[in-house]
């Protein structure tokens, strides 16, 4: 199971957004886009001269409309129609599908999904896209709820406010920005570092071709069934992605994070490698 909070935790890493260091986006009142995002996650352990895969799919679709645009300021709406994940490792299936009654009702989960599905939330974000309000709330979790965990790194901590999704489609560029334009991005976050250079490919018209290489590195500990995990891996993320210049939203995003390290338990370190895959797109009106 501490298999799947890794993959799962890196692969939401790796489609965070950066923003660069100037420019803004343009958004206009009524506007609407859809957004469509899928993590693909596979990671190989070996131990006792055994291969032991992991899998983990991810999902989702939501909605955003802009409901106003004031001062520096952008009120939105944003909803999540829609989400899926199917995870396997050690003989061990767990999956979550919305269009499901009977998993959208299910209390085994750490999160109540029902009052988050086809429940609009409103936010307000700068003309930077970064969310001013509402405070991100953090996901109240049992440490004992498995499946609660892995929701819980699914979703990143910022679906209850509405967030999510925001976190990854608003790029922000110069004006005229040109072929060669550069920019640097690092974050630390709960064990995981991560630098991100982003360069601009290609202008077609009002598109931005960007290519995206970084470095992730993860430390983290963990407490599972009163036995401490240890789990170290380095990284190399690789991608591609386009966004309208003029209004500073991401149409499409494809990115590649292949990782190798450890996860160290009771004396023993166990060689780990992973490899996760997501593809973001944006659809506007």
Known sequence: MK??????????????????????????????????NNVSAVSNQELMGQSMESKADFSTINTIEIKEVKDNNINITNNMLHMKATMSAMGQEMGFDSDKKEDLESTDKGIDLKSIINHPKDVTVDNTGKIISPKAEEPKIDPSDMSGRMMKQLLGGNLNDGGFGLNFIFLTLPKNVAVGYSWVDSSFQGGIKKFTTYTVKEVKGSDAIVTITGTMETDTQTEMQGMEVSTKT???????ETVDANSGVLKTRNTTLETSGTV?????????????????SVKGS
């Open 264 to 280: 160290s338990a009771q004396g023993m370190d166990i060689p780990m490698t992973s490899k996760i895959t997501t593809t973001v």
């Open 3 to 36: 298999k799947f909070t890794l993959i799962v935790t890196i692969a939401l890493a790796s489609t965070a957004a950066s923003f660069a260091q100037s420019g803004a986006i343009s958004l206009n009142k009524g506007q609407k886009f859809s957004i469509e």
């Open 234 to 240: 380095k990284g190399n993320l690789k991608g591609e």
